[in-house]
């Protein structure tokens, strides 16, 4: 199936002016694209309006949701037993975005390697600004 995609940030998340984001953001998702078998066909990013387009090829929408979805990667030498690691990976997360840890939240992911997490007390912006920022 064909899809269309409109994809909208802001001036501060604007990887455009950036390198380093511009490889981190994009280079990121289309790597994600390939291992989901997502097809990118077109891409037109309008930097002024911060607005990028895209027709895309995929089995399912849900597997374009994942290759849009921003994703950090937090490592820990903590071990996988009894909550350790995922409280570190809570801990370093929070640390990161300046936060205290019970602010952040597992919601899923408890025996994988994919987690969510449900952050309070920071704007989802300001979230997004940490992360391209790290």
């Known amino acids: 199936m064909l899809f269309h995609v409109t994809h909208v940030h802001t001036p501060e998340t604007c990887p455009s002016d950036d390198p380093e984001k511009i490889k981190a953001t994009f280079g990121q998702m289309l790597t994600i694209a390939d291992e ?13 309006a911060h607005t990028m387009y895209m027709v895309i090829e995929s089995d399912s929408a849900e597997n374009i949701s994942k290759m849009m979805d921003p994703t950090l990667k937090i490592a820990t030498a903590s071990p996988a037993e009894r909550g350790k690691a995922n ?18 939240k597992l919601l899923s992911g408890q025996a994988s ?13 300001e979230i997004r600004t940490a992360i391209l920022t790290l």
């Open 87 to 104: 409280d570190a990976v809570r801990k370093t997360l929070a640390n990161a975005l300046g936060l205290n840890p019970r602010r952040v």
């Open 36 to 48: 989901l078998g997502v097809k990118v066909h077109s891409l037109y990013s309008n930097n002024i």
């Open 113 to 125: 390697p994919h987690k969510k997490f449900h952050i309070t007390g920071i704007s989802t912006e």
